[in-house]
């Protein structure tokens, strides 16, 4: 079966260095793939190129057979592929609910203008993107604080609203940036169950992340970095056996690898 | 605001400005003060245009440019090829929007000080274009443009030859200040709108915006165009009332100045420009008294102003709030 | 040909002193000194005033412009900058600032000095005329003196201790307080400077090209477009967008002299193609 998303002898050189060095790999439809590596390993300039927000030095990534390398950031979005950030931006000022209606921009039909003058579509659209809003916030469990101004929010529901403001934009591949960093046994479990739900809502998830407990746990495939070159791709099982994989974390906890 | 509130917030406003001072005007026998009225209608134009260009993250001080190029438009159709005003007043402004369209692309994706001191320089520009140009003729400029005639629709005479009014002046007053409410009305509208939450996301995370399907260049362009726009007209206008352009009708001082009526008024308000502009102007002329302590007293009170409330006189508002 | 570049580099000399102040205070506050011209025309006076007026020697006269630039950027940091960053939302305030300071300094020097166009008597006679070039020498001591001041800012930046507290502060502001550097206190010192060089060029200048009371908004502008040339906050990027300004000017006003404010329009418009190629300037960091 062919790759959903498809990333192809992607480089990006920044000066003399090379971030990211002539990575492939594919993720197959509705299968949760996490990037791991150790720090510098070059997984956020991954993550970046995947979602358009850099142009590769070299190489190219398409998504259903099309390149999406080299277009802009928002039309990467509005092909489907959407990424979270790590550094939980969201609009502060505005409640949760309100941060969910505006990410589903994308979904728009009316036009700016429309949206100026209050047409009938734009309307239709609004009402429609409030009940699409609510269905998410009872999806992620957001629904209690959907009234509270963003910036008051503690870290673990900050990043539930990047997820959902990712979720509001109808993507079919979703990237999260670490998702379950900063979290405890129990807001992971509960956070690795959610992403496990988003794959039975029919996304693909990819993920960049150092929790390897939670890595272990959920993801069907795991691709390792390491100073920017791809070093290992497998399952799980795998991943946990290899000797090069093992090499690259020496000098870490065990119990970090989840061995 | 309620919509009752706000019903009535609006009455009063256009109350205020359409009747309440021509009474008052027309009582007192301040004639004069027409003309400083008219002007600060058209300025607070021109600033509402340099806040929407706040408004999506970018700091305008090259709004004269656009003022000056309106004006010579309007005074070059009028007095070349016989148009009537209002015919090169919409022209004007969609010069403006295009050639800033044209301006913009490059300079747009700049931020900050960068974007800032371009649009400085582009005011410099335009006056060097003035004088060089042919068509503008030089440093004597345009004069002797004659005043706006009829405007009727359809046969029907909405506003008759200025030439046949005993004061002009008013009737320039009652123009400007349609524009002024029409365009603040619009911008209003756009703020509380979808384009307002999406500009707002502009300002506040670039990335997350275009993650969530916002072309940013383009919606960039989009309201610098509009600004422009804003510009173009309040020049117009301008040159109309006083019936001369000149390369130096509009200098960076003017840049300068939309821009802190911006500030003056309070960025985060719609009608923060409105504010600061009745407040810098009026306070600028009232000063003329002092004669040669003019400056330096006007400069003084903007410093202190800007100590006691460096978010602007509008942010009252949220202190007031808070009581 | 060789006039051209001996012009272009006393002139540059001198504007990539004034580029200096301007990109010192922009880089450690992200302010932009709106009254950096005024600065500099109240240098020019006060040079006037001791040297030309009381006949105190030539180099009193450059210190005391210096020395009282100096205090009244000192001053203005600590009394209305820092007030203001502190209290507002949006950094971008401080501009409404900097710009009424400026019409202050306007007001006042317009005051105190009158409208007058002012000048001092030569401080060095006599013509340099050798290698095809004409300079006076007034403008050769005047050059020298400003790449002199250059050198010395760029060694005190680089070596002495407040030097090295005021680039860490401009690089990275928290990682230097941290470090325990003041923030505060090398804040003000870093305004002061930059207000103190544009005092000096003034006072170099003022023998020269002589000081009017209305050059100081044009003053601003030339400055603002060298940072825009070489880069913000970075001191290569002034000096060469000063050097860089005073070359184009040098050969613009000898090459286009028959079609005059051309220069300038060929400048701004060159730049802002630049400026599409090159966001930053040569070498400025990004904004924000």
Known sequence: MAYILEVKALTKRFGGLNAVNNVSFGVNEREILSVIGPNGAGKSTLFKLISSFLIPTSGEVTFKGERISNLAPHIAARMGVVRTFQETTIFRNMTVRDNIIIAHHLRSKASLLGYFFGTRIAKQDEAGFGVSADEILDFLGLSPIAGEVAKNLPHGHLRALGIAIGLATRPTVLLLDEPFAGMNHDETMKAVAMVRSLRDRGLTVLLVEHDMPAVMKISDRIVVLNFGEKIAEGSPTEIQNNPRVIEAYLGVEDEEIGL | MSKKTRTLAVSLFLLAVFVLVPALIGTTGRKDFYYTLTSVALLSIASAGVWLTFFIGRINIGQGAYALMGGYVSAVLVMTYGLSFWWTLPIAGIFCAIASVIIGLPILRLRGVYFAMVTLVLTEVTRLLALALPITSGAKGITSIPLPGALSLFGVTLIPDFATMENPRIAFYYVAAALMTLCFAGLYRLVNSRIGHICMSLQQNEELASSIGVNIAYLRVIAYAISSFLGGISGAVFVAATQSVYPSSFTVTDSVNFMLNCFLGGLGYVFGPMLGTLVLYFGWNLLFETGKFQLLIYSSLMIILMLLLPNGILSLRSLWKKV | ?288
Not at chain 3, 245 to 262: C, H, K, P, W
């Open chain 3, 1 to 288: 040909m060789e006039q051209i570049v001996a012009n272009g580099l006393y002139l540059g000399a001198q504007y990539a002193l004034i580029a200096l102040g301007l990109t010192l205070i922009f880089g450690l506050m992200n302010v932009l000194n709106f009254a950096h011209g005024q600065m500099y025309v109240l240098g020019g006076f006060i040079t006037y005033a001791v040297y030309g007026q009381l006949g105190l020697p030539f180099v009193l006269a450059i210190l005391a412009s210096g020395t009282t630039l100096f205090v009244i950027g000192g001053l203005m940091e600590r009394y209305l900058f820092r007030t203001v960053i502190k209290r507002s939302h949006r950094e971008e305030s401080t501009m409404l600032l900097a710009a009424a300071t400026a019409f202050f300094f306007d007001a006042v020097i317009l005051l105190v000095f009158g409208e007058k166009q002012r000048g001092v008597p030569k401080i060095v006679k006599g013509v340099f005329n050798d290698f095809g070039i004409i300079l006076p020498y007034d403008r050769l001591l005047v050059g020298l003196l400003a790449a002199i001041s250059i050198i010395s800012f760029i060694l005190l930046m680089k070596y002495s201790k407040p030097g090295r507290a005021m680039r860490a502060l401009a690089q990275d502001r928290v990682a230097a307080q941290l470090m325990g550097v003041e923030v505060e206190r090398f804040t003000m010192l870093g305004f002061a400077l930059g207000a103190m060089l544009a005092g000096i060029t003034g006072g170099l200048l003022v023998t020269i090209t002589g000081v009017n009371a209305g050059i100081g908004g044009p003053i601003s502008i030339k400055a603002f477009t060298m940072i825009m040339i070489g880069g913000a906050g970075v001191v290569g990027g002034a000096i060469a967008g000063g050097f860089i300004l005073g070359m184009m000017e040098s050969i613009g006003l000898t090459i286009l002299r028959e079609y005059g404010d051309v220069t300038y329009l060929v400048i701004f418009a060159s730049l802002m193609v630049f400026l599409s190629i090159r966001p930053n300037g040569l070498m400025g960091k990004p904004w924000g």
